[in-house]
Every structure is written in C-alpha cells, then in structure tokens.
C-alpha cells in the first residue's frame, strides 16, 4: 500500500514520543513529591518497608531518564523495553491490590492525580505496557537520535 510505511512510521513515532512523555512526566510529578510517592508506595504493602525508599527513588529515576530516552529516541529499543517492564510491575501491582480488595491510592502520577486504583488504572498499564512492549520490538525508529548515529556512522561523517 503506498504511504503504508510513512503512515506506520508517524504512527510509531507518535507513540515513542506519547509514551516516553507520560513515562517523563509521571516520573517528574512523583519526584516532585518523593515523600508522598514513598508513602504511597509503601501502601501497597507488597515491599519489606526497608526496600521502600530505594524502589521509589528507582522508579521515579527510570520514568525520567528512560522516558525522556525514548521521546528523544536515544536507545529507542532499550527505554521502551525498560518502560514496558515498569508497566508490568505496575499493573501486577494493581492486580495485587484488586484482589485483595484494597482501594489505595494509584500514584500514577504522585500526588498530583489523586485516583485509587482499579480496573481503569489496570487497563492503562495494560495498554502502556502494550505500545512499550510493540515500540521495544522495531528496529529502526525514524525521526529518531538513533536513526542519526546509525545514519553518521554508515555514511563515514562520525569520522
């Protein structure tokens, strides 16, 4: 089909861009209150309470850097697989708290969104770490930094 790898191509880049922005910006709200997000966190009830602190900070590290990663397109591959694996421990998380009937806080997005889990916050994960999981999958991504190394490096102009 004509246009057909154009279309999929903006299609993709609007979701690496879409994804690593949300990914960036829930890691910058939670930073911004990384007291709240402990305590938050710690609700869950599913870490030893010592592992707490360091699993947040962890978190909201890799939501920032990995998410701004993958909205630049710098090791594309890489922050979108790191992205998804966050997914799925968020949505395992929420699973978690379903079946056992808890109705905690998400912290999606630190203490600036204040909604409690549920079926909604299961299903966001779930189609986050979907587009994470089919962005980690694509070999080239267009419109890209990795695309300009790779472009550099084959044309001789990294020399």
């Not at 990995?66 to 395992?92: D, E, H, M, Q, W």
């Amino acid at each position: 089909m004509p246009g057909g790898d154009s279309r999929r191509d903006a299609i993709a880049f609007a979701a690496r861009v879409l994804l690593g922005a949300i990914f960036a910006a829930a890691g910058i709200l939670k930073a911004a209150s990384m007291h709240g997000f402990i305590l938050t966190v710690n609700a869950y009830n599913i870490l030893p309470i010592r592992l707490v602190p360091a699993f947040a900070v962890a978190v909201v590290s890799s939501e920032i850097s990995f998410g701004l990663s993958l909205a630049a397109g710098f090791f594309s591959r890489l922050s979108a697989a790191v992205l998804s694996f966050l997914s799925l421990i968020f949505l395992l998380a929420v699973i978690v708290e379903i079946i056992r009937g808890n109705n905690v806080a998400c912290g999606c997005f630190g203490s600036v969104v204040r909604e409690n889990i549920g079926l909604t916050s299961a299903a966001i994960d779930l189609v986050l770490l979907s587009i994470g999981m089919r962005l980690s999958t694509i070999r080239t991504h267009r419109w890209s930094i990795d695309e300009l190394i790779k472009t550099k490096s084959q044309t001789g102009l990294a020399d």
